[in-house]
């Protein structure tokens, strides 16, 4: 699809096969523009150099390294406006718990297409500039 509402969305996840086919899913039901990184500190440095072009970041919550709510921490201090978006198939979180540490929804692994395109538009709802 053509990125016809100038949208960036950032997919951070260190298992590179849950990272593609997210990254994909996305491609195919909106028309933002993709950005995905296999390291939480790679999707930093990326929203670091260019703070205000991301409107979404959907990250992963187990990383080597650092892990989503640390990440999540570090985005909005970065950029406060940018919706993060928990992904994890832990079930540690529901989305109440997830919402009350700051992220904008859950999205339990794994998930069908209806249920992202669900999350999204609960997203896009609940949000001013998504």
């Not at 996305?26 to 500190?41: G, N, R, T, Y």
């Not at 072009?53 to 406060?80: A, H, K, W, Y």
């Not at 009350?100 to 992202?116: A, D, M, T, V």
């Amino acid at each position: 699809m053509k990125n016809e509402t100038g949208a960036r969305w950032l997919v951070v996840d260190d298992d590179t096969d849950a990272l593609d086919t997210v990254a994909r899913l996305l491609a195919a039901v909106s028309d933002a523009e993709i950005c995905s990184f296999p390291s939480p500190w790679q999707a930093l440095d990326a929203i670091i150099a260019a703070p205000e072009t991301f409107q979404l970041v959907i990250t992963d919550l187990e990383m080597p390294g650092m892990n989503g709510i640390d990440f999540r921490r570090q985005v909005q201090m970065v950029s406060p406006a940018t919706k993060v978006l928990l992904t994890t198939g832990s079930g540690m979180f529901t989305e109440e718990t997830a919402r009350e540490i700051g992220f904008c929804g859950l999205l339990c692994k794994p998930f069908s297409i209806s249920s992202l395109i669900a999350t999204l538009v609960n997203i896009r709802a609940a949000a001013v500039n998504f």
